[in-house]
Structures are given as C-alpha cells and as structure tokens.
C-alpha cells in the first residue's frame, strides 16, 4: 500500500509556529522547517536534514512522500463551498517530479474518494521538472477539498515525489523546495457539483441514442438558491465547446438533487471536458466535473482481423472485475483479439495441479463473451519443478528466479504438462501459440539467453505437446528489434533459425520496436521481408506468415519521432497500414492497452491507449481511461475491418495513399499521410461527392463539380470513402 511508503508517523508535533492568519504555510527559507496553520511530527521534521541552498535560496530536498495536515481552525471537513489555493516553490533542476495529494470529496457520493486520496487534477496535474535551473510556482485550485483528516486517518494533503512506475514504486528524481502557501475563499461556492457515468473508463458508444451523466447538486449554503445550471462539453482536441444545455435550479439549504444529464446528441468521436456552471445573483460559479470520451465503436461488432493488442492479463496481476474492464475496452476499440502471456507460475501454483488463477479464467470467460481471438504465449519456468540455489546475475531481483527457459528433464517434463493443459484450456479462442517473450534479453531468459540450441530443444518439446491437443495449432518464436545485425534481438531470431528452429515453429513472431518512421524502416528490402526470406531457405514454408506480438512506441521515449499519444497513434496506424498493404504481416499488435505506470515522462510507462489499471489511480471516478491514441484506433478498426488491399501510391518522398476495398462498407478506403509535414494535395475520382474522416473517425461529405478535391494531408492519417475505382492523388 501506499502507507508504507510514507513511513509510519507519530503523533503531531509542533515545530516553528507563526501567529494564527488565514494562510497556512510550510517554509524551508529559514534554514529550518516553519509552519503556520500546519501541523508536523518526526517525518516532516526529518526535512530539516534535507536543506539544501539552490539560487541563494534554502530549501528542503524532497526525495520520498511527505504528507502535512491543518490545524483545525484553518481547514477541518470542509462543507460550506470554501475553494483553497496552494501554492509550492520549487527549483527546476534535474528531472524529479512531484504531484499533490488531498483528501477531497467524493465525485459521486460526497463522502471522500478511493479512500479519500485524490491528486489535485488527475495526472494533468503532475509537475515534471525540466532542468532549467530557475524556481518556478505550481499553483493548483481545489474546489473539492474536503480536508477531514482521512489520509491515513491523520493527514490532509501531501507532496508525491514518488509514485506507481512500471519499475514499482518509485520516485523519478528529487524536488528542492523552498515553501509551500495555502490560501483559501470561504463558502466561495454555495453549491457542491459531482458527476459520474457508469460506462468502463468514461467511455460512450458514439451510436448510442442515450448517454447519460448523473449529476448530484448539493447546497452548500445556508440559503435558498435560485439561479441556472449551465451544462457545456468542451473538445480537448480543438478547445471549442461543442454542447451546451441549460438547466433552471431552485435548490433549499442542505437539501440535495440528482440529475440526469444525457448528451445522447453528441454523436462527434472525441474526448470531453464537462464543465458545469451555476448563475446566480449576479454571479457565477463553474467547476469541471469529468472527463469522458466518445468512441466509434462499430454498432454491429465487426471487428478488424488485422489488428490486436497486448494485455497483462494472463498472470495473476488482475481480479476479474479489472479484467473484464480491460476486455470491454479491447470490445469497444473493435480489435479481433490481445496477445497475453499464460503464465505458467501463475496457472500450476501447485506442483500438479493445474488451475487457471483468477485474472487467466476472467481473461478467457471475457474473451469468449466479447467473441474476440486470443494470441497466446506460453511463457515462464516454474519454481516448483526448479532446483534452489541457483545464481542470479547481477542487477535481476530474486523475482525473476524462474524467468528461464525449462532445461533440465523435471522442468521440460512440467512445461509439457503445462502447455497441453493450457492450450486445451483455450483452443476455442486461440490456434496461436508464441513461445516466450524476448527470449533474446537476459531480463526475460537470465540462463539461457545466448543458447540457440536451448531455444529449439523448447520449441521441440512444446510442439509436441501442441500436437496431442490441436493439428491446427500453430507455433511462432518471439523475437524483438531485429532491425539492426548488431542487435540481440537480430543474433538470436539467426542463430534459432540456424540451429533448426523452422523444424518446429510453423511461423516467426516479431516485436519491430525501432526509433525511424514507418516509412523508413518499411522500404521495400526491409529486415522483415529478410528474415522471411532467411526463414524459408533455413527449412520454412515457402511463404512464412509472420505474425507481429508487439509493436508501436512509447510517448516517454525520447528516441521516439513522436512524444504525444496522439503522435504514436498515428505511428501504429501508419505501420499497421503499410504491413496490410503490402502483405508484410499476417497482423498488427499494439503494445500495450494500459499505462503499465503513471509517470509521463518514463518510457515503459507511456505506451497505452489508456491509462493505468491500478484501483490507486483513477480519472474522475474510473480505471483506465482513454489516451487520445485509443480513440484514434478505434477508428481506425472501425474503418478497415474487413478490408483488403488493393494499390498502393507513393505520391513523392513524403506524401503516401494506400487504398483498399471495404466489404463492410461496401467502398473503397484510402488512407493518406505524410512522412514529415502537412503537404496540400489533389485528389481526382470523377465523383461529385466524398467522404472524409479524421483521425477519430468522424465524418465530413465533400462536394465538388468537377470530380476534384483539395485536401491538407499531415503525419496524422485521415481517410477517404467512396468511389474511387478512379483515383489519382498528386
């Protein structure tokens, strides 16, 4: 839990206290902690061995989590609508971050949320040092403060220097600071405003007729209020807001109202802020009460056969409620199916006995019901068939103990029994097993990593076991960055192929991770049509499918061309598009559904197409809700489901088409991009009327007398429907 990260604290002391003042205040300026309105005990105190002097300024190092809490004549369950202001100077050095953290109340019930901790507007909120030396404010307004002492039953509010990573729990570098200042506007607000949805990560089906938004409205103040509730959903794309609905109130002290707000109208794909106001008395009052997005999920349930995503689902990392969520969200993107990793560990606990663990039975129950496909790895030794005392190398945590492949007779006996039983457990959903993950990186095989022999003595054994369940299992390898001959990832995919690897394993299963564009790395002699090629001289069918496990790129990653959600979205759909028009891939897989952490600036936590799935770290009352990418994605699906290729147009160096016939929609798709930079271009079909859809798959008829149409083409991919069985673009 997080409390024992914080440390255990005594009871509350006082350190330097200033005269009572409608302020509160932590200071570190005089070389020592001060406070005013706020109470310590030992754990802040110990901040007094962490100043430090930045600029001609003292200031406290903050390296872990620290928490504080008001005297209560300052702040003390608060109810009457008072707004407060804090304010933290800190110096930008270095590339640490820090979040606040309060005890607000709850967005639907009043009462405190996820355990009364919140972080001051969500993860926007998160401050990330960016070295440039200078002190700097952060100022964050809480209108939901409840401040009644709930964190951990004694504190109020605290600066987060540390948080979930996909490393664990972890801070991502310290933060100097000087003083933090709390202000605050009593009974600012006479009403208390609280929204919620009940639909998985705030997400509407943008078909459906009804969506609604209960709100609940309480009077905060001691009198009548009479005035109008003013509704109004704002993009985050464009920043324009795109509904309003007004709402006359006439509200009793105390008294509370639930309403219903449907914005069943809003058809548009985008991600909302909705902002609520209330008009009274010659004023006003607004606070944003969620955040929801609106998604082209197909109204039918086709699905696009080409395109997956990877989940964390297979272990024991979920219970099923998160689980179901997961699969929901897979649902609603149209994706045919995730890749997941059946962990052994986690599906034989005891020796003998075989048993899908919680998060692996959610797992196939939701994929059976959402009718979608499974990629299954098989992955992982188990301890109970491995001998003790076996030597890590340095730098891997006893944790990955049995991340190793099977070698000795007892484990490769226990692996046998392991993979016929699972794939028995789920041939109806899957005919594809992929063996391993990465077994190139010592991370994921410490024993064996360097060892062809090893790798193809597995893959022998585990096509065996596949055999005595399914002829029409079908067994990949798993290989990673191959792109580059100096690469692990490309020695080991060569060194297996070499030592007999094509014997057994019906096609290869690759992980194109790189830093170019898709274009680039795509051109025509690419490593991927090589290794293809090398298959089949080595023994492989003469036209291996190659199936891809995971792909796409992380918005953290520096490396990366593209630093936004937004920007590796269009990446996946740019290289999801070339390996279908070109016949490269039997599939496109995306790593991953969720932030595997929360920082935004940490590489392994920035792939998802939502955010992170811990019950610790909501979004306005739910788990997971949506990066721009995945609402990019779920038009994308949405579009090319049943599609096949049909040309390709090389326009110049930077502008590129590839067209397809739909079967679902009974027209041809184009899809249009640049390499680098919006290029204006032309487009002929002859026909007086188009269709254009943006990156979420919203829809806009054009017109044109003369068959021609000028259209802005950018990195982000847009798509043309209709008649263009004559189609030239230049």
């Given amino acids: 839990t997080l409390f024992m990260f914080v440390g255990l604290f005594g009871g509350f002391s006082h350190s330097i206290v200033y005269a009572a003042e409608p302020t509160a205040k932590i200071s570190f300026k005089s070389g020592s902690i001060a406070v005013q309105n706020i109470k310590t005990d030992s754990d802040n105190n110990a901040l007094n061995d962490e100043i430090v002097t930045k600029n001609g300024i003292k200031c406290a190092e903050f390296k872990k989590n620290y928490v504080f809490a008001f005297q209560n004549e300052f702040a003390n369950k608060n109810s009457d609508g008072t707004v407060y202001k804090i304010e933290v100077d800190y110096f930008d050095e270095g590339s640490g971050a820090f979040r606040l953290y309060y005890d607000a109340y709850d967005e639907v019930a009043g009462e405190g949320f996820q355990n ?80 919620y949805t009940n639909e998985v990560g705030n997400c509407f089906e943008w078909f459906e007729d009804k969506k609604s938004i209960p709100h609940r409205v309480e009077n905060q103040s001691k009198v009548t209020q009479s005035g109008e509730l003013v509704f109004n959903a704002v993009s985050k794309r464009t920043g324009e807001t795109v509904f309003t609905k007004k709402q006359s109130l006439v509200i009793e002290p105390g008294e509370v109202q639930n309403i219903d707000l449907d914005i069943g109208e809003l058809k548009t794909c985008d991600i909302y802020s909705l902002n609520v106001g209330f008009e009274y008395d010659n004023a006003a009052m607004q606070r944003k009460t969620l955040e929801f997005s609106v998604i082209k999920t197909d109204p039918n349930g086709v699905k696009d056969d080409f395109m997956y995503v990877v989940t964390h689902t297979g272990g024991t990392g979920y219970n099923t409620d998160s689980v179901n969520q997961q699969l929901q969200l897979v649902n609603m993107a149209n994706f045919r199916g995730i890749r997941t990793s059946f962990v052994w560990s986690a599906y034989e606990r005891t020796k003998g006995v075989r048993k899908l663990s919680e998060s692996q039975q959610a797992t196939v129950d939701g994929l059976r019901r959402y009718n979608l496909k499974l990629l299954c790895t098989l992955a992982y030794n188990n301890r109970l068939y491995m001998q003790d005392g076996l030597t890590l190398p340095s730098g891997l945590s006893e944790g990955k103990y049995n991340v190793c492949l099977p070698i000795t007779d007892d484990e490769l006996g226990g692996w046998s029994q392991y993979v016929e039983s699972i794939s028995r457990e789920v041939r109806d959903i899957t005919d594809v097993y992929m063996l391993w993950n990465e077994p190139a990186d010592i991370s994921f095989d410490w024993r064996t990593y360097n060892d062809a022999a090893a790798y193809v003595n597995l893959a022998k054994v585990t096509k065996e076991a596949l055999s005595k369940v399914s002829k029409r299992a079908i067994l990949t390898n798993d290989e990673t960055d191959y792109w580059w001959t100096n690469h692990l990832g490309y020695k080991h995919l060569k060194n297996v192929i070499d030592a007999g690897l094509p014997q057994y394993a019906d096609a290869l299963t690759l992980h194109p991770y790189c830093f170019d564009k898709p274009e680039v790395i795509l051109a025509d002699g690419n490593r991927q049509e090589w290794f293809r090629d090398y298959w089949k001289q080595n023994g492989g069918s003469d036209r291996a499918d190659v199936w891809i496990a995971e792909a796409g790129g992380a918005y953290g990653e520096t490396r990366f061309p593209y630093n936004t959600s937004r920007g590796v979205g269009a990446y996946n759909i740019r290289f999801a598009t070339m390996c279908r028009a070109k016949g490269l891939t039997k599939n496109y897989c995306i790593y991953i559904l969720t932030d595997t952490g929360t920082f935004s600036t940490v590489r392994e936590d920035t792939f998802g197409l939502v955010r992170y799935a811990s019950e610790n770290y909501t979004q306005y009352g739910k788990l997971m809700t949506p990066h721009e990418q995945y609402l990019m994605i779920a038009a994308y699906n949405y579009l090319m489901a049943k599609t096949t290729p049909s040309d390709v147009y090389d326009v110049d160096a930077n502008t590129k088409a590839y067209k397809f016939k739909s079967d679902k929609l009974k027209k041809d798709i184009a899809v249009l991009n640049t390499v680098d930079e919006e290029e204006k271009v032309n487009v002929y079909t002859g026909k007086h009327t188009l269709d254009l859809y943006d990156e979420y798959g919203n829809a806009t008829t054009l017109y044109s007398d003369s068959g021609y149409y000028n259209l802005t083409v950018s990195e982000i991919p847009s798509y043309i429907v209709g008649d263009l069985e004559t189609f030239e673009i230049q």
């Fill in 116 to 195: 009364q901790h919140r972080y001051a507007d969500f993860e926007d909120g998160t401050i990330y040092l960016g070295n440039t030396n200078i002190w700097k404010t952060a100022e964050f307004t809480l209108d939901d403060a409840y401040f009644g002492k709930r964190l951990w039953t004694y504190a109020d509010f605290g600066i987060f220097t540390r948080d979930f990573s996909s490393d664990g729990y972890v801070n991502i570098g310290s933060v100097p600071i000087s003083e933090i200042r709390v202000t605050k506007e009593t009974a600012k607000n006479p009403l208390k405003i609280t929204a």
